[in-house]
């Protein structure tokens, strides 16, 4: 048997031992017994990117060969994912896991902060930095003060660190059956802690990253949506297990009392794809602020997925397409209009939305596969279908019908048979849906819109076609400021009578096709005027000397928005919004 000798230390007060005693076989034993040791450790600890799982892999695998107790204690820093302070503040350890053999538990529970007796082996091994090996006694034990009655014989504690910083302590304890450690249990110890140091640094790290990309997400997605009389909606936006993606959505009014919905997915996750994602979510805002058809849209988004790619690549000067892309991204935009009860959507490489209807009945909505952003292959085209009052549109990335062991046929009929149903809310639909197809938290970003639409009644719809005559304005002065006056809008009836001159004038002068004045009464009044013109109007200042170039800058200042927009048949719409009493525009 090995011989044991007790020294005093000044730093360490431990025990050293030595193996004089030991026969070559015994010493053979043993270092098998470490390097097997080692091996699993290598396989079993680190095998998630989290930092209690970690320190509870590392005191697992220490058990029960090397040791019959064993606890884990990180500093607060280190557990929350944050960087370490600037100096040695000497902040206290809490108890992040704890193994033992015995059925009596663990005598500190997960979380709580330690106190280490200052004379003991945990304080002496963070004071020296190395691993300190001492019997177990309530001089050295006062972290754990029932220690007694699990009968424990020695105990090694040794310091965790990592890139010169110090993130805990581990504590190895041996009861007396096993017999105490010995002192070449010190390095063996020591490895253990390193490698595990390494695993929790890196976890740490990875839970920094994961909690800044989870805030830049959160902070990039819409923090409400907006109220539109169009649609009612409802959205769930859950990040990944292993990190956030770019998984977005969103809900943007346009003029004409429509709204746009859309979804898109950045693939990745972290910092760059949340920052990726942002950069999409703005630019679909501002060409829908053009009021442009899903289908340029998309080409518009296209081309600057490309210019994004040419810059990661290092290569701005490169030709236009030039390679595969760099940033993978897809893209679902839909536009419903409550006037007409028509919708009109476009995807690039993005699943298609599910539709159902007012009957409870569920499809898929056949929009034209187009290529994911950045690729630059072919146009996009567009799909238009009517869709009755009360039908609901869900939007949905592939995350919540793909899955590493499903094929995605099978998730997206697992989809619709979730979705059938009649007078369920949005936020009823949302729930229900993640709760059937992901109980458990998903392996990929899964964000979630879901819009009831609604329709327009048609006596809050006017229309008149106008005659190409200057004199046929006055006379649909007088119609307009009837019509406001039925609708109980007659405080804006001067303002709307001057929005009305200027655009039908002003479409008159300009076109030879037809001109037709619409007025839609929404959250906001609203003054279109269509005519066959694919000429937009230019708003400027006009010069004292001048007779003319006022109308749009007096529209401008009248009307709370304005714009223009462009139809299929080459001819443009000219529309402003007025606040209504107690209303906001759009």
């Given amino acids: 048997m090995a011989g044991t000798t007790a020294r005093a230390d000044d730093d360490t007060h431990g025990i050293t031992t030595s193996n004089t005693g030991a026969t070559h076989a015994q010493l053979a034993v043993a270092a098998r017994n470490r390097l097997a040791l080692l091996w699993e450790a290598g396989v079993r600890i680190g095998t998630t990117l989290d930092v209690a799982q970690t320190a509870e892999e590392l005191a697992e695998v220490a058990l029960p060969e090397f040791a019959q107790y064993a606890t884990v204690d990180l500093a607060e820093w280190v557990r929350a994912g944050q960087e370490p302070p600037p100096a040695e503040t000497g902040e206290p350890l ?29 304080a002496r091994a963070l004071r020296v930095g190395r691993a300190v090996l001492d019997e177990c006694s309530e001089r050295v034990t006062g972290a754990e003060p029932g220690l007694a009655a699990y009968r424990m014989a020695s105990v090694i504690a040794v310091p965790l660190r990592a890139r010169g910083t110090v993130l805990g302590v581990a504590s190895f304890y041996r009861s007396r059956d096993a017999g105490p450690f010995r002192a070449d249990d010190l390095r063996l110890a020591e490895e253990l802690a390193q490698r595990a140091s390494v695993c929790l640094d890196n976890a740490r790290r990875f839970t920094r990253e994961h909690s800044l990309a989870l805030t830049l997400q959160r902070s990039l997605l819409p923090h409400a949506l907006p109220a539109l009389p169009a649609v009612e909606v409802a ?86 397409h030039s390679g595969i892309g760099i940033i993978g991204a897809t893209c679902l935009y839909v536009i419903y209009d409550p006037v007409s009860g028509s919708c009109t959507m476009a995807g690039a490489g993005h699943p298609a939305p599910a539709l159902i209807l007012p009957d409870g009945t569920v499809r898929f909505a056949e929009v034209p596969s187009g290529p994911p952003l950045g690729l630059g292959s072919t146009p996009f085209e567009a799909i238009e279908l009517p869709l009755p009052e009360g039908s609901r549109i869900v939007l949905y990335t592939d995350g919540l019908i793909e899955d590493r062991g499903q094929d995605i046929d099978i998730g997206m009929a697992r989809l619709g048979a979730s979705l059938v149903g009649r007078d369920r809310s949005p936020e009823e639909l949302c729930a229900s849906v993640l709760s059937r197809l992901l109980p458990q938290r998903p392996r990929d970003d899964v964000a979630v819109l879901v819009a009831q639409t609604r329709g327009l009644d048609d006596d809050r719809v006017a229309r008149w076609s106008v005659p190409l005559e200057p004199s046929a304005v ?9 019509r406001l006056t039925g609708w109980g809008l007659h405080s804006l009836a001067t303002t709307a009578e001057q929005l009305v001159s200027e655009l039908v004038t002003n479409a008159i002068r300009h076109t030879d096709g ?19 013109s694919g000429v937009s109007p230019r708003l400027r200042r006009a010069r004292s000397e001048d007779e003319s170039g006022r109308g749009l800058f007096l529209v401008a200042q009248l009307a709370s928005r304005w714009g223009t927009r462009f139809t299929d048949d080459g001819g443009k719409v000219i529309w402003a919004e007025l606040t209504t009493p107690g209303g906001a525009a759009g």
């Fill in 94 to 122: 809490h108890r992040a896991a704890t193994r033992t053999i015995r059925a009596g538990g663990p005598l500190l529970p997960l979380g709580a902060e330690v106190a280490f007796a200052k004379e003991g082996a945990q």
């Fill in 235 to 320: 959205h769930r936006y859950l990040p990944a297990q292993e990190g956030v993606g770019g998984d977005w959505f969103d809900v943007i009014p346009l003029s004409g009392a429509r709204v746009a919905l859309v979804v898109g997915d950045v693939v990745g996750h972290g910092l760059h794809a949340a920052a990726t994602m942002g950069r999409l979510r703005t630019a679909v805002r501002n060409f829908a602020a053009l009021d442009l058809p899903p289908e340029e849209l998309l080409g518009h988004l296209d081309a600057l997925v490309d210019t994004m790619d040419r810059e990661l690549d290092g290569d701005p000067d490169a030709g236009l």
């Fill in 474 to 482: 006055a006379g649909l002065r007088a119609e307009v400021s009837a």
């Fill in 514 to 532: 037809p001109v037709e004045l619409r007025l839609l009464r929404d959250r906001s009044l609203i003054c279109e005027v269509a005519d066959g």
